[in-house]
């Protein structure tokens, strides 16, 4: 099955757990969260299965403080929307078409639900709890460093438009190889998250 389905995409932590790891999130629902009660029993019951549920989760991924944090960080993120029921918000993937401002306040969503699940990465690759506040205390955002990866993000948009005009469509392969070297060399490479387990 698909496992990974564009999570970086999503428009808030719902849909970012709906796309990540949806093979190790659907077993959580089937045999943890479901005879837990799942959501059929009140509304706090669930919260509680659901702070369960992303414990677990960080308690999965290995014993160590760092991991419990990140389900911790993860359900904090997620609750707000689960209780006033905005959490299944987004069930379609986003996309351009029909660009409007919505569309525009959907771009804001994805940056800020990046911002936050990249926030939540430092806890679960930093070795110990002293190491991961140590690396926050020393974070300094350099915003020229990501002017390439905001040129990618800006072809990938354009790409996406002129996909819709159809007398365009003969010139999107050379624009689609253009950007695909544009991040192979305006980008280091780095080991997939996954990897390690």
């Not at 290995?62 to 960080?73: D, E, M, P, S, Y």
């Not at 707000?80 to 771009?107: A, C, H, M, W």
């Not at 205390?137 to 390439?148: E, G, K, V, W």
């Amino acid at each position: 099955m698909m496992n990974f389905n564009f999570p970086y995409f999503s428009r808030n932590i719902g849909e970012f757990w709906r796309r990540w790891h949806i093979s190790l999130n659907t077993w959580f629902r089937d045999y943890l969260y479901i005879p837990l009660g799942g959501s059929k029993k009140g509304k706090l019951r669930s919260l509680i299965n659901v702070l369960i549920i992303f414990l677990v989760s960080g308690f999965w991924h290995g014993a160590n403080w760092t991991f419990i944090v990140w389900g911790a960080l993860h359900a904090l993120f997620f609750v707000p929307s689960f209780i006033t029921n905005k959490n299944r918000k987004y069930l379609e993937p986003f996309n351009l078409r029909g660009f409007d401002v919505q569309k525009i306040k959907q771009l804001g969503e994805i940056f800020t639900t990046y911002l936050i699940v990249t926030f939540a990465w430092i806890f679960f690759r930093a070795e110990s709890m002293p190491k991961a506040i140590d690396y926050i205390s020393r974070l300094n955002i350099q915003f020229d460093a990501y002017i390439n990866y905001l040129s990618i993000i800006v072809i990938c948009i354009i790409i996406d438009i002129i996909v819709q005009i159809p007398k365009f469509n003969r010139y999107i392969y050379p624009i689609i190889i253009g950007a695909i070297i544009a991040a192979i060399f305006s980008t280091t490479k780095s080991e997939f998250i996954y990897f390690q387990f």
